[in-house]
């Protein structure tokens, strides 16, 4: 009914779970809060979790606020704290703010990214950040993204990918035969590729023993000339896996000179550099040429919940050539509201997934260009800052080349090692996590996290020398050996 009378503005709608959104926002902010004070490897271990969050099933219904609350309390001494500015282990990311929000907007949101027409604003996202990640990587700007989980899901992504290519080219539509009969696929790899190309061939149905290793120098590059004589020793369709960010170093292969050799015998490149990617967007020269030659891949396997530090799950399968990708991933359903540009499910293995684009939008707007390139420069140059400190620590080396953003350290002997390594976990400043390098124990460190700081380095340096004056006995770090 119009009238004259000027009224005021309603009050802004609120939802039924207004207050639970509050709530939990509070707790949130707690967490984050006091980030920088509880222990960074978990309290509590399975077992007490299992006991705190155990019991029977409820008959009936209860309050979602206080449900909430409750699991909130029962599963904080469970939780590790990987958003840490000091968690260093394996190679995890942190939560930059941006990505954050946005990532709580996906939840309430709800949309289904696997179809444009269903989720224009999800599919509008991920087209446009996935323009902008190409342009950050160096990549071809007209490959295709596929917002996956994580780096695990972008090789099995980018490899399904290649298969498709490299039977095709051998007369072999592998989409309608499958691989009974087909002809054999050799795969190659430097023999220090991450355990997911493995992982990815056991899904592929090539197996692992498709893969033939070629050996790699002491930071795990792949050797060119031995690569060389793998692919001359073979023929057929062929798929080179080459390793941008080796797990424990950080080494990058020859992936300029690598790539051209493996192309110039028919081959399909496919490049995972789940964190070393992002070599690509720094703004340190020195850094950026880690990655040259990245562009003449066929495929890139990316993470987002590593090195560009968006929650989990987030990953990027990224093909060079769009048909290929279709190919192997596109699928028709009459039920289906099919669009002509295309849809995101047709670049991924999943059919309905979340919208993983909103955070990644909000993360590299929020950064811009030069915002990518601080954070790279940032973390390698906390990387370098820890190699120096730990260096300092008698006792203690640094095994690997800190060109990127892995340090790899050792104190003496493999049970000094061990025993640091255990210890660093129950001490609680820092995480870095165990593991064995050319057969001898060691102790990764990832620097990952937008949010480190020089303070952060330095704690963990003090903690690290503390632990290994303890553990030698001596005082002073050196354990006799
Ligand atoms: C080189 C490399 N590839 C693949 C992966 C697997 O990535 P995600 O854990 O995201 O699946 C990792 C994990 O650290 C990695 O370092």
């Given at each position: 009914?119009?009238t004259d009378?000027?009224?005021?503005?309603?009050?802004?709608?609120?939802?039924?779970?207004?207050?639970?959104?509050?709530?939990?926002?509070?707790?949130?902010?707690?967490?984050l809060?006091?980030?920088?004070d509880?222990?960074?490897w978990?309290?509590?271990?399975?077992?007490?979790?299992?006991?705190?969050?155990?019991?029977?099933?409820?008959?009936?219904?209860?309050d979602?606020?206080?449900?909430?609350?409750?699991?909130a309390?029962?599963?904080?001494?469970?939780?590790?704290?990987t958003?840490?500015?000091?968690?260093?282990?394996?190679v995890?990311?942190g939560?930059?703010?941006?990505?954050?929000?946005?990532?709580?907007?996906?939840?309430?949101?709800d949309?289904?990214?696997?179809?444009?027409?269903?989720?224009?604003?999800?599919?509008?996202?991920?087209?446009?950040?996935a323009?902008?990640l190409?342009?950050?990587?160096?990549?071809?700007?007209?490959?295709?993204?596929?917002?996956?989980?994580?780096?695990?899901?972008?090789?099995?992504t980018?490899?399904?990918?290649?298969?498709?290519?490299?039977?095709?080219?051998?007369?072999?539509?592998?989409?309608?035969?499958?691989?009974?009969?087909?002809?054999?696929?050799?795969v190659?790899?430097?023999?220090?590729h991450?355990?997911?190309?493995?992982?990815?061939?056991?899904?592929?149905?090539?197996?692992?023993?498709?893969?033939?290793?070629?050996?790699?120098?002491?930071?795990?590059?792949?050797?060119?000339?031995?690569?060389?004589?793998?692919?001359?020793?073979?023929?057929?369709?062929?798929?080179?896996?080459?390793?941008?960010?080796?797990?424990?170093?950080?080494?990058?292969?020859?992936?300029?000179?690598?790539?051209?050799?493996?192309?110039?015998?028919?081959?399909?490149?496919?490049?995972?550099?789940?964190?070393?990617l992002?070599?690509?967007?720094?703004?340190?020269?020195?850094?950026?040429?880690?990655?040259?030659?990245?562009?003449?891949?066929?495929?890139?396997?990316?993470d987002?919940?590593?090195?560009?530090?968006?929650?989990?799950?987030?990953?990027?399968?990224?093909?060079?050539?769009?048909?290929?990708h279709?190919?192997?991933?596109?699928?028709?359903?009459?039920?289906?509201?099919?669009?002509?540009?295309?849809?995101?499910?047709?670049?991924?293995?999943?059919?309905?997934?979340?919208?993983?684009?909103?955070?990644?939008?909000?993360?590299?707007?929020?950064?811009?260009?030069?915002?990518?390139?601080?954070?790279?420069?940032?973390l390698?140059?906390?990387?370098?800052?820890?190699?120096?400190?730990?260096?300092?620590?008698p006792?203690?080396?640094?095994?690997?080349?800190?060109?990127?953003?892995?340090?790899?350290?050792?104190?003496?002997?493999?049970?000094?090692?061990?025993?640091?390594s255990?210890?660093?976990?129950?001490?609680?400043?820092?995480?870095l996590?165990?593991?064995?390098?050319?057969?001898?124990?060691?102790?990764?460190?990832?620097?990952?996290?937008w949010?480190?700081?020089?303070?952060?380095?330095?704690?963990?340096?003090?903690?690290?020398?503390?632990?290994?004056?303890?553990?030698?006995?001596?005082?002073?770090?050196?354990?006799?050996?």
């Amino acid at each position: 009914m119009a009238t004259d009378q000027v009224s005021s503005p309603a009050p802004p709608a609120t939802s039924p779970t207004r207050a639970l959104l509050d709530q939990v926002a509070e707790t949130a902010d707690a967490f984050l809060g006091a980030l920088g004070d509880r222990p960074v490897w978990t309290p509590a271990g399975y077992d007490e979790m299992l006991a705190a969050l155990g019991g029977p099933l409820p008959d009936g219904p209860s309050d979602p606020a206080e449900v909430v609350a409750d699991l909130a309390r029962r599963a904080d001494r469970g939780l590790t704290a990987t958003p840490s500015g000091r968690f260093f282990g394996f190679v995890i990311g942190g939560v930059h703010p941006a990505a954050l929000g946005a990532d709580w907007l996906t939840s309430v949101w709800d949309q289904n990214a696997g179809l444009t027409a269903l989720a224009p604003a999800s599919a509008a996202c991920e087209a446009v950040a996935a323009g902008w990640l190409l342009d950050l990587l160096g990549l071809p700007a007209t490959a295709s993204v596929g917002f996956v989980t994580g780096g695990m899901q972008a090789n099995f992504t980018c490899l399904a990918a290649a298969r498709h290519d490299v039977l095709a080219r051998a007369g072999w539509d592998v989409e309608r035969r499958g691989l009974v009969g087909a002809p054999p696929v050799r795969v190659i790899a430097g023999a220090d590729h991450h355990d997911t190309i493995d992982l990815a061939l056991r899904y592929l149905g090539l197996g692992t023993d498709a893969l033939v290793e070629v050996p790699t120098d002491d930071q795990g590059r792949i050797d060119v000339d031995a690569l060389t004589d793998t692919l001359n020793a073979g023929a057929g369709p062929t798929i080179v896996c080459l390793q941008a960010g080796e797990v424990h170093t950080g080494a990058f292969d020859a992936l300029a000179a690598a790539s051209d050799l493996a192309h110039h015998r028919g081959a399909w490149v496919h490049v995972d550099g789940a964190f070393g990617l992002w070599a690509g967007a720094a703004g340190d020269p020195a850094i950026r040429a880690l990655s040259a030659g990245a562009d003449r891949a066929n495929s890139w396997a990316t993470d987002g919940h590593k090195t560009l530090n968006v929650p989990y799950d987030c990953g990027f399968a990224i093909v060079r050539d769009r048909v290929t990708h279709r190919a192997t991933f596109g699928v028709h359903g009459d039920y289906l509201i099919s669009s002509d540009g295309g849809d995101p499910l047709e670049l991924v293995p999943e059919f309905s997934r979340r919208a993983r684009g909103f955070p990644v939008w909000a993360v590299l707007r929020s950064l811009g260009r030069q915002g990518v390139a601080d954070l790279v420069d940032g973390l390698c140059r906390n990387a370098r800052r820890l190699a120096d400190g730990v260096a300092a620590i008698p006792g203690a080396s640094v095994l690997n080349d800190v060109d990127f953003t892995q340090v790899l350290l050792a104190f003496g002997d493999d049970d000094t090692t061990r025993e640091v390594s255990r210890r660093v976990l129950t001490d609680g400043t820092a995480v870095l996590t165990p593991s064995t390098w050319r057969g001898q124990a060691v102790l990764r460190c990832s620097v990952s996290n937008w949010s480190t700081t020089a303070d952060d380095i330095d704690r963990t340096v003090a903690a690290l020398a503390r632990i290994v004056g303890d553990v030698g006995g001596t005082g002073d770090g050196v354990r006799p050996t």
